[in-house]
């Protein structure tokens, strides 16, 4: 069996939501391949979009969040939605041709523009196995002008919002966001600290996604003027002159700052409460840990949707002005019944063995031919 995954490089969570499902797949002997749909199309274009998506979200999150907003507006037969289509066949013609080459049995798209350019694809006439990955706790604009066989989602209570935008409820599949097998491993937070070389005491994990968004430096030291007992690990991804800046700061507590890490699922073991970003895959990982969520810095959009999703079902806290950070890591660290509270919720929602599912149904699937020319 070959699996081609079609994924687009905007931030880091849709290439690493198919690594996770690859890494199963490929202990399962599947041959698999990811290709950036757009780099193979055009590198500038990929280029393009990847710089976009990230001086967007970085330097002008609010003119993101309304477009992302606008985006949920458009009706779907909006002249808008007839350019994109076009251009999507255009890039479709290409696309086809790697396709013919790979002979893929299966399909799967972790990304929106991967997923309507594959819906022009198959109108094409090339028969092959489809799947779309959506990679928030929300279902993204222009999902429902796709036409793949099945959809995963993050949980069945988007179910419905995922019909209300017209995604056939048949071809749901609320199996969760694919992650690395590691994460569904757990270990006491005292052997998690001892493997990382730290005190076996109350551990605040500061994430601030692949990127270093957000002003971190700020909530380290919103942190130290806590007056209470506890470790700060500082996560800046790969920003260099953030984990540079935050190694500057003079702190009376400890902390242990790194930049881009291969062992987050052992912090996460390791903390008694996360102060992040609510990025999809972030989000998945923490709640595979069962690990209690404080949520900052959202980039207005879909992680504004993701917050709202946790906030709403009682998986996470999220700092305002009138919660202020000292307060919501003061409660996780003292009130066990709010922790229990929200740790059981985090228990019934997680889908820590989303890519073995996602794995399994895929070796399932009945051959379907893809005509050769």
Request: charged residues 25%; proline residues 5%; glycine residues 6%.
């Amino acid at each position: 069996m070959k699996v081609l995954f079609l994924s687009v490089t905007a931030g880091q969570g849709h290439n690493q939501t198919a690594k996770a499902a690859m890494e199963c797949l490929r202990d399962n002997n599947v041959e698999c391949v990811m290709l950036d749909t757009f780099e193979y199309i055009s590198p500038f274009l990929k280029e393009s979009i990847s710089q976009g998506y990230l001086i967007s979200t970085k330097f002008s999150p609010s003119l993101y969040g309304r477009m992302y907003r606008l985006a949920e507006r458009l009706e779907r037969n909006n002249i808008k939605m007839s350019v994109s289509k076009f251009t999507n066949s255009i890039f479709a013609r290409k696309l086809i041709t790697y396709i013919e080459e790979y002979q893929p049995d299966v399909i799967v798209c972790t990304h929106i523009f991967s997923a309507q350019i594959m819906t022009q694809v198959i109108e094409s006439g090339i028969s092959v196995h489809t799947i779309g990955i959506v990679t928030d706790y929300t279902i993204h604009p222009f999902w429902e002008e796709t036409h793949l066989d099945y959809y995963i989602i993050a949980n069945e209570l988007l179910t419905h919002q995922a019909v209300k935008k017209g995604l056939p409820k048949d071809k749901l599949m609320p199996i969760g966001i694919p992650i690395f097998q590691k994460f569904a491993k757990k270990l006491p937070a005292q052997e998690a600290r001892a493997v990382l070389n730290i005190e076996d005491k109350d551990t605040v994990l500061v994430m601030s996604g692949s990127m270093g968004h957000g002003n971190v430096a700020k909530i380290i030291k919103q942190l130290d003027k806590m007056d209470m007992d506890f470790q700060i690990l500082s996560v800046c991804g790969n920003n260099k002159t953030l984990q540079d800046k935050i190694d500057e700061i003079p702190l009376n507590k400890k902390i242990y700052n790194f930049g881009f890490v291969d062992n987050v699922d052992i912090m996460m073991d390791a903390a008694s409460c996360i102060i992040t970003k609510p990025g999809g895959l972030t989000v998945s990982e923490c709640m595979a840990k069962e690990l209690p969520m404080i949520v900052v810095n959202p980039i207005p959009g879909q992680e504004d949707r993701n917050a709202e999703f946790l906030l709403n079902n009682g998986l996470a806290v999220k700092i305002t002005k009138t919660y202020p950070l000292d307060e919501a890591v003061g409660q996780l660290l003292t009130n066990q019944e709010k922790v229990d509270a929200m740790t059981g919720r985090i228990k019934e929602l997680a889908r820590p063995n989303a890519s073995k599912d996602l794995c399994d149904f895929i070796l399932n699937l009945p051959p379907k031919n893809v005509p050769r020319q």
